[in-house]
């Protein structure tokens, strides 16, 4: 059974950082495509990013040029780094496996971290 384990969420001013951690266990990390959701009260579900096996990256249009995702297979983790924070990030942020190694198919799910944008 995969298990994924988010850490990092908190509460950052506007124009603050946060670095978002997801560490995998009981798949082949390595080999499946890694994302991240948010999803904030009263909104629909969010894809953020997503990284392929190979290292290719997708971002939502909302989070391009301020967040990034990366990871690293030798430790089984995907981070989010989080930069330029604004009020509207605040979400539930949630670790996904996709069922693939290159394309996008949600399978598994994080518990979430929760990340405050707020003065």
């Known amino acids: 059974q995969v298990q994924l384990v988010e850490s990092g969420g908190g509460l950052v001013q506007p124009g603050g950082s946060l670095r978002l951690s997801c560490a995998a266990s009981g798949s082949a990390f390595s080999g499946k495509a890694m994302g991240w959701y948010r999803q904030a009260p009263g909104k629909q579900q969010e894809l953020v990013t997503w990284?392929?096996?190979?290292?290719?990256?997708k971002y939502a249009d909302s989070v391009k040029g301020r967040f990034t995702i990366s990871r690293d297979n030798a430790k089984n983790t995907v981070i989010l780094q989080m930069n330029s924070l604004q009020p509207e990030d605040t979400a539930v942020y949630y670790c996904?496996?996709?069922?693939?190694?290159?394309?996008?198919?949600?399978?598994?799910w994080g518990q979430g971290t929760q990340v405050t944008v707020s003065s």
């Open positions: 990284i392929n096996r190979d290292g290719n990256t």
């Open positions: 996904v496996q996709s069922k693939f190694a290159v394309l996008w198919s949600p399978a598994y």
